[in-house]
């Protein structure tokens, strides 16, 4: 599979556990390429900023890392550099510089300058905007009719790259979805706790 067919699977699956496993190994493998120092590619610092503390907000840390543990900014600006064409990477930065924009406009500040609370505002706009054009795509498919898809919207890029960054991760696939690389022992029936994850 090449690059830019992942990019496409990607983008246009909803829930990454539905990811054909070549594409999550692929993933995975990208995090072996991060060095050990920080060091953008792509992404200057304060787009990085603003990448990160936008991924913190897709995946908080609580009793697991969040995003910006797991260094899913620079697993992005990887993505970005190596994977990304010239046109897709222009359009996911035009989303970055949006964000700032729609913060000035609102606030009279760049996102990252803002607080939680306008933040959080700032973020839930978007998700609600990125689910009335999944709405529209449903609405117009029925009708036969097309509309932009929902996969080319900055903020379900964003979602979809946090995702499989987190996700592909060491610390993400085994906290957060307790993989197993090599399992001690298989139990086909096994009764689990009220509040215990299945593993």
């Not at 897709?58 to 990304?84: C, H, M, S």
């Not at 222009?90 to 924009?101: E, H, I, P, S, Y």
């Not at 706009?125 to 795509?137: G, M, N, P, S, Y």
């Amino acid at each position: 599979m090449q690059r830019r067919e992942i990019i496409r699977v990607l983008l246009g699956t909803a829930a990454l556990p539905l990811l054909p496993r070549e594409v999550f190994a692929l993933l995975s493998q990208v995090h072996d390429q991060l060095p050990a120092a920080p060091a953008l590619k792509t992404l200057n610092p304060h787009q990085d900023a603003t990448v990160t503390t936008i991924a913190e907000w897709i995946i908080p840390q609580t009793d697991t890392p969040g995003a910006k543990a797991v260094r899913v900014n620079e697993f992005i600006d990887l993505i970005l550099t190596e994977w990304y064409d010239d046109e897709d990477r222009t359009k996911f930065l035009a989303g970055l510089t949006n964000v700032d924009t729609q913060c000035r406009d609102l606030f009279g500040k760049d996102f990252v300058d803002c607080s939680a609370l306008q933040q959080k505002q700032l973020l839930t706009a978007l998700d609600e905007e990125l689910t009335e054009v999944r709405q529209a795509e449903v609405l117009l498919s029925q009708r036969r009719r097309r509309v932009g898809p929902a996969h080319q919207t900055f903020f379900y890029a964003m979602k979809q790259l946090t995702l499989a960054g987190y996700f592909t991760s060491e610390e993400g696939a085994k906290q957060a979805l307790h993989y197993q690389v090599i399992p001690s022992q298989h139990s086909a029936c096994v009764p689990l706790e009220e509040e215990e994850a299945a593993k």
